[in-house]
Protein backbone atom coordinates (compact mmCIF):
# COMPACT_ATOMS: atom_id res chain seq x y z
CA UNK A 1 0.00 0.00 0.00
CA UNK A 2 1.05 3.67 -0.84
CA UNK A 3 2.22 5.54 2.03
CA UNK A 4 1.90 8.84 0.54
CA UNK A 5 5.85 9.81 0.96
CA UNK A 6 9.10 9.58 -0.96
CA UNK A 7 11.43 7.09 -0.55
CA UNK A 8 14.91 7.02 -1.63
CA UNK A 9 17.12 5.55 1.10
CA UNK A 10 19.48 4.74 -1.81
CA UNK A 11 22.34 1.99 -1.09
CA UNK A 12 24.57 3.59 1.11
CA UNK A 13 24.62 1.82 4.38
CA UNK A 14 25.83 4.45 5.93
CA UNK A 15 23.04 7.05 5.90
CA UNK A 16 19.84 4.35 4.27
CA UNK A 17 17.53 4.39 7.09
CA UNK A 18 14.92 3.05 5.10
CA UNK A 19 16.68 0.02 3.82
CA UNK A 20 17.87 -0.28 7.60
CA UNK A 21 14.51 -0.33 8.86
CA UNK A 22 12.41 -2.47 5.79
CA UNK A 23 8.73 -1.36 7.92
CA UNK A 24 9.73 2.33 7.95
CA UNK A 25 6.64 2.75 5.97
CA UNK A 26 4.48 2.31 8.87
CA UNK A 27 5.85 4.47 10.75
CA UNK A 28 4.82 7.28 8.49
CA UNK A 29 1.53 5.80 8.91
CA UNK A 30 1.44 6.09 12.82
CA UNK A 31 2.98 9.77 12.37
CA UNK A 32 0.35 10.68 9.96
CA UNK A 33 -3.03 9.15 11.97
CA UNK A 34 -1.17 10.36 15.47
CA UNK A 35 -1.21 14.03 13.80
CA UNK A 36 -5.06 13.68 12.68
CA UNK A 37 -6.04 12.42 15.79
CA UNK A 38 -4.11 15.48 17.80
CA UNK A 39 -5.87 18.09 15.37
CA UNK A 40 -9.24 16.48 16.30
CA UNK A 41 -8.43 16.50 19.89
CA UNK A 42 -6.87 20.05 20.36
CA UNK A 43 -7.54 23.22 19.54
CA UNK A 44 -4.87 24.02 16.38
CA UNK A 45 -4.57 26.78 13.91
CA UNK A 46 -3.03 25.55 10.58
CA UNK A 47 -0.99 26.97 7.91
CA UNK A 48 -0.30 30.90 9.27
CA UNK A 49 2.03 32.32 6.86
CA UNK A 50 5.36 33.97 8.29
CA UNK A 51 6.75 34.51 5.16
CA UNK A 52 5.39 34.88 1.61
CA UNK A 53 7.14 31.66 -0.04
CA UNK A 54 6.02 28.47 -0.91
CA UNK A 55 5.55 26.53 2.28
CA UNK A 56 6.36 28.95 4.86
CA UNK A 57 3.81 28.72 7.46
CA UNK A 58 3.53 26.90 10.79
CA UNK A 59 0.62 25.49 12.57
CA UNK A 60 0.44 26.41 16.15
CA UNK A 61 -1.34 24.33 19.49
CA UNK A 62 -2.25 27.42 21.49
CA UNK A 63 -2.74 27.80 24.99
CA UNK A 64 -5.17 29.64 26.39
CA UNK A 65 -3.81 30.70 30.22
CA UNK A 66 -4.06 34.09 32.14
CA UNK A 67 0.19 34.00 32.26
CA UNK A 68 1.98 33.29 29.11
CA UNK A 69 3.60 29.31 29.18
CA UNK A 70 6.90 28.10 27.49
CA UNK A 71 6.93 27.50 23.42
CA UNK A 72 8.58 24.50 21.83
CA UNK A 73 9.10 25.16 17.83
CA UNK A 74 9.31 22.48 16.22
CA UNK A 75 11.33 21.45 12.80
CA UNK A 76 10.23 18.52 10.61
CA UNK A 77 12.43 16.02 9.19
CA UNK A 78 12.48 14.00 5.63
CA UNK A 79 16.09 14.72 3.72
CA UNK A 80 14.68 18.50 3.39
CA UNK A 81 12.78 17.31 0.40
CA UNK A 82 9.71 15.49 1.80
CA UNK A 83 7.34 15.25 4.15
CA UNK A 84 5.75 17.63 6.22
CA UNK A 85 5.22 19.10 9.50
CA UNK A 86 1.78 17.96 10.10
CA UNK A 87 3.32 14.38 9.75
CA UNK A 88 5.42 15.20 12.97
CA UNK A 89 2.60 16.66 15.88
CA UNK A 90 3.01 13.01 17.24
CA UNK A 91 6.41 13.99 18.48
CA UNK A 92 5.57 17.21 20.64
CA UNK A 93 2.20 15.56 22.46
CA UNK A 94 3.24 15.59 25.74
CA UNK A 95 4.72 19.00 25.60
CA UNK A 96 1.06 19.88 24.56
CA UNK A 97 0.14 17.90 27.50
CA UNK A 98 2.26 19.28 29.58
CA UNK A 99 1.07 23.47 28.87
CA UNK A 100 3.80 24.35 26.09
CA UNK A 101 2.46 26.30 23.16
CA UNK A 102 3.93 24.36 20.42
CA UNK A 103 4.53 25.88 16.44
CA UNK A 104 5.46 23.49 13.92
CA UNK A 105 7.63 24.99 11.42
CA UNK A 106 7.36 24.33 7.43
CA UNK A 107 9.58 24.98 4.80
CA UNK A 108 10.24 24.96 1.46
CA UNK A 109 11.49 21.51 -0.07
CA UNK A 110 14.40 20.43 -2.21
CA UNK A 111 15.52 20.57 -5.09
CA UNK A 112 12.94 23.88 -5.69
CA UNK A 113 14.66 25.30 -2.86
CA UNK A 114 18.38 25.09 -1.81
CA UNK A 115 19.66 24.36 1.38
CA UNK A 116 20.41 28.15 2.08
CA UNK A 117 16.97 29.10 0.95
CA UNK A 118 15.88 26.43 3.53
CA UNK A 119 18.07 27.67 6.29
CA UNK A 120 16.92 31.19 5.62
CA UNK A 121 12.91 30.50 5.70
CA UNK A 122 13.22 28.17 9.18
CA UNK A 123 15.28 31.52 10.77
CA UNK A 124 12.37 33.55 9.50
CA UNK A 125 10.05 31.46 11.25
CA UNK A 126 12.04 31.97 14.36
CA UNK A 127 11.99 35.60 13.95
CA UNK A 128 7.97 35.30 13.48
CA UNK A 129 7.60 33.42 15.99
CA UNK A 130 9.55 35.86 18.67
CA UNK A 131 7.28 38.55 17.38
CA UNK A 132 3.97 36.76 17.27
CA UNK A 133 3.72 33.85 19.69
CA UNK A 134 2.29 35.71 22.66
CA UNK A 135 -1.18 36.09 20.57
CA UNK A 136 -1.44 32.56 21.13
CA UNK A 137 -0.58 32.30 24.91
CA UNK A 138 3.03 31.77 24.42
CA UNK A 139 5.79 33.56 25.87
CA UNK A 140 8.59 35.06 23.77
CA UNK A 141 11.59 34.83 26.33
CA UNK A 142 10.62 30.99 26.86
CA UNK A 143 11.35 29.69 23.17
CA UNK A 144 12.99 26.51 23.02
CA UNK A 145 13.64 24.27 19.58
CA UNK A 146 13.50 20.65 18.30
CA UNK A 147 13.96 18.69 15.40
CA UNK A 148 14.50 15.60 13.95
CA UNK A 149 16.76 14.28 11.51
CA UNK A 150 16.86 17.09 8.55
CA UNK A 151 15.25 19.39 10.82
CA UNK A 152 17.82 17.95 13.64
CA UNK A 153 20.13 19.37 10.98
CA UNK A 154 18.18 22.60 10.85
CA UNK A 155 17.95 22.77 14.85
CA UNK A 156 21.41 22.94 15.37
CA UNK A 157 21.95 25.58 12.32
CA UNK A 158 19.56 28.03 14.45
CA UNK A 159 21.51 27.35 17.67
CA UNK A 160 24.48 28.32 15.23
CA UNK A 161 22.87 31.84 14.13
CA UNK A 162 23.79 34.59 15.31
CA UNK A 163 20.24 36.30 16.15
CA UNK A 164 21.47 39.80 16.62
CA UNK A 165 21.65 39.97 12.82
CA UNK A 166 17.81 39.08 12.43
CA UNK A 167 16.41 41.98 15.16
CA UNK A 168 15.96 39.70 17.75
CA UNK A 169 17.87 39.27 21.00
CA UNK A 170 20.77 36.64 20.91
CA UNK A 171 19.43 34.27 23.45
CA UNK A 172 15.92 34.06 21.67
CA UNK A 173 16.19 30.72 21.71
CA UNK A 174 16.56 29.28 24.95
CA UNK A 175 17.29 25.76 24.30
CA UNK A 176 17.80 23.00 21.40
CA UNK A 177 17.08 19.54 20.90
CA UNK A 178 18.76 18.10 17.58
CA UNK A 179 17.06 14.60 17.20
CA UNK A 180 18.97 12.34 14.67
CA UNK A 181 20.80 15.53 13.12
CA UNK A 182 22.74 15.48 10.20
CA UNK A 183 25.94 18.06 11.30
CA UNK A 184 28.86 17.51 8.38
CA UNK A 185 26.57 17.63 4.59
CA UNK A 186 30.01 17.44 2.76
CA UNK A 187 29.50 13.82 3.63
CA UNK A 188 25.50 14.49 1.87
CA UNK A 189 26.98 15.80 -1.39
CA UNK A 190 28.49 11.75 -2.21
CA UNK A 191 24.96 9.74 -0.88
CA UNK A 192 22.20 8.68 -3.68
CA UNK A 193 20.01 11.10 -1.76
CA UNK A 194 21.41 13.94 -3.04
CA UNK A 195 19.76 13.22 -6.45
CA UNK A 196 16.77 14.94 -4.72
CA UNK A 197 18.55 17.76 -2.24
CA UNK A 198 20.90 19.40 -5.58
CA UNK A 199 23.60 20.00 -2.65
CA UNK A 200 26.46 21.66 -4.09
CA UNK A 201 30.03 21.42 -1.94
CA UNK A 202 30.32 24.81 -1.42
CA UNK A 203 27.03 24.84 0.21
CA UNK A 204 27.29 21.86 1.87
CA UNK A 205 30.05 22.92 3.77
CA UNK A 206 28.26 26.70 4.40
CA UNK A 207 25.09 24.82 5.64
CA UNK A 208 26.91 22.57 8.11
CA UNK A 209 27.14 23.23 11.71
CA UNK A 210 30.16 21.54 12.75
CA UNK A 211 31.84 24.24 10.38
CA UNK A 212 29.90 26.66 12.54
CA UNK A 213 30.75 25.60 15.91
CA UNK A 214 30.18 29.31 17.84
CA UNK A 215 31.82 30.64 21.26
CA UNK A 216 29.13 30.50 22.99
CA UNK A 217 25.77 29.33 22.72
CA UNK A 218 23.06 28.07 24.57
CA UNK A 219 22.14 24.72 26.29
CA UNK A 220 21.89 21.95 23.20
CA UNK A 221 20.36 18.22 23.69
CA UNK A 222 21.50 16.29 21.12
CA UNK A 223 20.13 12.46 20.65
CA UNK A 224 20.53 9.65 18.58
CA UNK A 225 19.38 6.17 18.88
CA UNK A 226 21.02 3.19 19.14
CA UNK A 227 20.57 1.09 16.27
CA UNK A 228 20.56 4.20 13.85
CA UNK A 229 23.19 3.75 10.39
CA UNK A 230 26.76 4.10 10.86
CA UNK A 231 26.42 7.68 8.85
CA UNK A 232 24.58 9.34 11.67
CA UNK A 233 25.91 7.65 14.65
CA UNK A 234 29.32 9.13 13.17
CA UNK A 235 28.00 12.44 12.82
CA UNK A 236 26.60 12.53 16.21
CA UNK A 237 29.75 11.84 17.52
CA UNK A 238 31.61 13.95 15.63
CA UNK A 239 30.02 17.11 16.29
CA UNK A 240 29.54 16.38 20.24
CA UNK A 241 32.77 16.20 20.38
CA UNK A 242 33.33 19.72 18.56
CA UNK A 243 30.73 21.38 20.56
CA UNK A 244 31.50 20.39 24.00
CA UNK A 245 32.81 23.22 25.95
CA UNK A 246 32.12 24.60 29.47
CA UNK A 247 30.66 28.09 27.08
CA UNK A 248 28.30 25.64 25.08
CA UNK A 249 26.42 23.21 27.64
CA UNK A 250 26.12 19.99 26.02
CA UNK A 251 23.61 17.47 26.77
CA UNK A 252 24.14 14.13 24.61
CA UNK A 253 21.26 11.56 25.12
CA UNK A 254 21.81 8.05 23.14
CA UNK A 255 18.75 5.60 23.51
CA UNK A 256 19.63 2.06 23.17
CA UNK A 257 17.94 0.17 20.54
CA UNK A 258 16.28 2.68 18.90
CA UNK A 259 16.28 3.63 15.21
CA UNK A 260 15.99 6.40 13.07
CA UNK A 261 11.97 6.35 12.87
CA UNK A 262 11.48 5.05 16.79
CA UNK A 263 13.68 7.51 18.14
CA UNK A 264 11.57 10.47 17.89
CA UNK A 265 8.94 8.78 18.92
CA UNK A 266 10.59 8.96 22.46
CA UNK A 267 9.65 12.73 22.20
CA UNK A 268 6.67 12.31 22.74
CA UNK A 269 6.26 10.17 25.49
CA UNK A 270 6.28 11.90 28.92
CA UNK A 271 7.66 8.79 30.57
CA UNK A 272 11.36 8.80 28.05
CA UNK A 273 14.43 10.21 29.21
CA UNK A 274 14.13 12.24 26.02
CA UNK A 275 11.00 14.04 26.54
CA UNK A 276 12.27 14.34 30.69
CA UNK A 277 15.41 16.12 29.60
CA UNK A 278 13.97 18.14 27.19
CA UNK A 279 10.98 19.77 29.80
CA UNK A 280 13.74 19.63 32.34
CA UNK A 281 15.50 22.48 30.34
CA UNK A 282 12.01 24.34 29.57
CA UNK A 283 11.47 24.23 33.17
CA UNK A 284 14.60 25.76 34.08
CA UNK A 285 14.07 28.78 32.16
CA UNK A 286 11.89 31.86 33.49
CA UNK A 287 10.12 34.42 31.54
CA UNK A 288 13.58 36.76 33.65
CA UNK A 289 16.08 34.56 32.63
CA UNK A 290 18.99 35.44 30.56
CA UNK A 291 20.49 32.53 28.47
CA UNK A 292 23.80 32.83 26.61
CA UNK A 293 22.37 32.87 23.30
CA UNK A 294 25.52 32.86 20.59
CA UNK A 295 28.84 34.01 20.34
CA UNK A 296 30.49 33.54 17.36
CA UNK A 297 34.66 34.05 16.97
CA UNK A 298 35.99 37.67 18.20
CA UNK A 299 32.73 38.54 20.45
CA UNK A 300 32.19 38.28 23.52
CA UNK A 301 29.62 35.68 25.05
CA UNK A 302 27.00 37.23 26.79
CA UNK A 303 26.67 36.74 30.93
CA UNK A 304 24.63 33.77 32.05
CA UNK A 305 22.29 35.93 34.94
Request: proline share 7%; hydrophobic share 40%.
Amino acid sequence: MSTGFATGSGSNPDFGNQAAVPNYAEYFERWRSAGERLRAQKECILDIPYGAGWRQTVDIFPVDKAEPVPVLVFIHGGWWYFLDKKDYMFAAESFMDAGCVVVFVGYPLAPAASLSEIVECVRQSIVWTHRNVARFGGDPNRMHLAGHSAGGHLTAMMMTTDWVDYGVPAGVIKSGCSVSGLFDLEEIVHVPQNRNIRLLPEVARRNSPIHRIPVAASPFIVCVGGDETKGFQRQHKAFTSAWSAPSRPLIEVSLPGENHFSVIGQLGRADSPLFKTCFKQIESVNSRSTVVGVAHVGEVPPRVT
